[in-house]
Every structure is written in C-alpha cells, then in structure tokens.
C-alpha cells in the first residue's frame, strides 16, 4: 500500500534537523574507549560489512573473545555475522538450516554450552501472527563462512500474539524469557523448562517490564537483567525472578546513536554494549552501573556516571519518558519522527 507522502515529508525535516537537536540536549557523543580495552571486546566500535544495514541484535561470544554476533532485521535471509570488535570487520556469515524463511529476526542471545539462540519475534503488525519462531544453533569453534543446522521452535504467548524485539537466555539455567513491546508497559514472557521442537512452546507473563523494549540481556552471572529502549534502559536484580519478581536496580546511560535496538553484555561482564541501525553503525560501550556482573553480580544498584552520554532520567524509562527534561524535547521528536518512518515503511 502506498503511503502519503506528507508524513514522509514531515518526518525527513525533523530528521534533517536531528544534529543540531541532539548537540544542543545533549553536547557532544561519548567518544569512543581507548586502546586498553582493543580485542578485548570491552572497546566501542563500527560496524564495517556493507551487508548489515539493519543491526537488530547483539550477543558477545564466550567462545571467541572480542567477537559479537549479530544479524539484520528482515529482508536478509537466515543469516548470522561474527563481527571482530577489534576492527568492526565481519569475520564469518553462518548461514542457517534446517528453518523454514525467517520473517522479522530481532534478537540473538548465546546460553550454557555456546548454544546460540535467535529470536524470530518482530510482529510489525501488532499481533498478526499466530506464533512466533526461535532457531537454536551451535556456536562455531571456527570463524568462517559456514552453513550450520539450526532448531527451530514455534512460539506462542499464554495471553494472545504480540509484538516484541527481545530475547534473552538464562546462562546458568538455559531457560529462554522474551520481553514484549508496548508503549503502556509491556511484560517479562518465561518460556518452558526446555523448548520442544516437536510441540509448541508457551510463553507466559512473570513480571512487568516498565518501558518500550527493543532489546535485553543477561550478565554473564545470570544476576542481572538489562533492558533498553530507544532512548532508555533499566538493569534488573534477577533474584526470584521464576516467582514473578525482578527488583529494579537502576537505571541505564543508552547512548543516543541512530534507531537504537540492541544491547549486551560484554564477556566479561564489565560493559554494556549498544548497538543501532543503518549502514556502519555503532555500538558503544559504556559501564555496567553498580560494578559489572562476571563473578560476584558486582554491588547494589547504581547510577551510570556522569559522562555516559545517557539520556534516561531517575523515573519514566519508557518511550514518553525516560526522565527527559525540556532540554531534549528535541530528541523525543527525532525518535518519534524515526520510528514513524520505520512503521511507514515496512507496512507499505
């Protein structure tokens, strides 16, 4: 369906005027981490392959260090990139079989024993689909082009079809959870014990997640829970979490680069890493607020230091919120002006 070009037009004048907005709100970017921290994956970079225009999802690699796992939106095929932090350079596209046409792939998380997991999830259409799709696949011990059989899971939701951008692995139990996407507060899904491959597999509301999530991730250390939006983000305490409870610790300093969607840990539990669309983006890395979380789950909440270059605020974190003060009113046009022109084009 052909769409009025009015909004279009609209749209493009903000985005236009999207740099002097986010100067004037914000001052300058955090600049990239410095050469200490280069192959360790703790280093922010860009990504560099022609091919990953629509970064959707990030996952740091055990199994190789300084490697992260990513793939497109949609519209790529069954592809996953092994990215070098180090240089932002693809080092190996594995190529997934075994699954029928992925539709709208939005996350990638990695559980106990390298097992990777890809959340084919997306429902632009807001709730069209009856079920949705996991693919569970091997990690590669070598880094090249490959083509690797996957597992694929149909996915339901206890309380209707939804849409939502992500899903995370527990990395001691292997449990898999998924975070809806809503504007009015969306929930933490718990899926089965152990997926079925031969069955459906039922997700069901646990907890309440208090703003519009296009991604999550766990600590290495299972103890904590991050979850962002476009222009926000809280970290979690994961204790009791099977009985519907996650206490939140604070808040998170999400750089404000481009259409925000992914996040991760790194390795080692030390950095958060943001990741967003488009052709050679960014993902930027910042501190994990409260110490990390690769051994001991680090300290009490925190907040992120002054210089993180976060727009989240003490309270709202969701995507009217997020604590925005006037000063970056600016900003939460230039996200809704981007996010208009997502929906516009992919229903038209």
């Known amino acids: 369906m052909r769409r009025p070009l009015a909004p279009l037009a609209a749209a493009a004048a903000v985005l236009f005027a999207a740099p002097a907005l986010l100067v004037g709100a914000l001052g300058a970017p955090a600049a990239a981490a410095g050469g200490d921290d280069a192959g360790t994956g703790n280093d922010s970079f860009t990504i560099q392959d022609p091919r990953i225009t629509e970064s959707s999802g990030l996952a740091a690699s055990r199994l190789h260090p300084g490697v992260y796992w990513t793939h497109n939106d949609s519209d790529d095929g069954p592809y996953l990139y092994a990215v070098d932090s180090a240089t932002g350079e693809t080092v190996a596209r ?122 999550a991730a766990f600590s290495p250390d299972g103890r904590r829970l991050a979850v962002r939006s476009y222009f926000g983000g809280i970290q979690y305490k994961w204790d009791d979490a099977t009985d519907g409870k996650i206490e939140r610790e604070g808040r998170l300093g999400v750089p404000l680069a481009g259409q925000g969607e992914s996040v991760s840990y790194s390795a080692d539990g030390s950095r958060l890493m943001y990741g967003s669309e488009g052709e050679q983006s960014p993902v930027e890395a910042r501190e994990v607020p409260g110490g990390g979380g690769a051994g001991d789950g680090g300290g009490k909440g925190g907040e992120p230091s002054g210089d993180d270059g976060s727009a989240a605020g003490e309270d709202g974190d969701g995507i009217g919120g997020d604590g925005l003060g006037a000063g970056v009113i600016g900003v939460v046009v230039v996200g809704a002006a981007l996010l208009g022109l997502r929906r516009l084009f992919r229903r038209g």
């Open 94 to 215: 594995v190529t997934l079989t075994g699954i029928g046409t992925p539709r709208d792939v939005e996350a990638i998380s990695i559980g106990p024993g390298d097992r990777i997991f890809v959340g084919d999830i997306g429902d632009n259409l807001d709730g069209t689909w009856p079920h949705v799709w996991i693919y569970e696949l091997p990690e590669p011990r070598e880094l090249r082009d490959q083509t690797v059989r996957a597992t694929q899971y149909v996915v339901t939701y206890s309380d209707g079809a939804r849409d939502a951008e992500s899903l995370v692995v527990h990395p001691k139990t292997g449990r898999v959870y998924i975070v809806d996407k809503k504007e009015e507060g969306g929930h933490l899904y718990e899926g089965p014990e152990k997926l079925s491959a031969s069955g459906g597999n039922v997700f069901r509301p646990i907890a309440p997640v208090d703003l519009w999530a296009t991604d």
